[in-house]
Nanobody, 126 residues
Framework: VQLQASGGGLVQVGDSLRLSCAAS????????FAWFRQAPGQEREFVAA?????YYADSVKGRFTISRDDAKNTVHLQMISLKPEDTAVYYC???????????????????????WGQGTQVTVSS
């Protein structure tokens, strides 16, 4: 299984970006996905999850939208009204919904996800 994240970049406050996560080596429809981010000196934090139900961190609710394209085996994170505090490396993550860890672990915990992309840098400049 491979997850390839892309779409990051340097933007201004208030700008938008769309991150993509291309998945391969798996049966895409059987997987749940999430986005996490990690800023310098901070722990990795939950951003959004999609597994039938969609969840968002409070800090991004109303500004970020997670979606999936099953025809293209891709997960997206549309980000609008970006703020300097959104600056981080963004990681996509996936887990087989048939797995025990998926059934027993909260969507916001990184340990729920078995597969991770390499990360894409988002920098929001003021």
């Amino acid at each position: 299984v491979q997850l390839q994240a892309s779409g990051g970049g340097l933007v201004q406050v208030g700008d938008s970006l769309r991150l993509s996560c291309a998945a391969s080596g798996l049966t895409f429809s059987l997987y749940a996905f999430a986005w996490f981010r990690q800023a310098p000196g901070q722990e990795r934090e939950f951003v959004a999850a999609l597994s039938g139900i969609i969840y968002y961190a409070d800090s991004v609710k109303g500004r970020f939208t997670i979606s999936r394209d099953d025809a293209k085996n891709t997960v997206h994170l549309q980000m609008i009204s970006l703020k300097p505090e959104d600056t981080a490396v963004y990681y996509c993550a996936g887990v087989d919904r048939r797995s025990s860890v998926y059934r027993t672990t909260n969507y916001a915990f990184a340990r729920r996800y078995d597969y991770w992309g390499q990360g894409t840098q988002v920098t929001v400049s003021s």
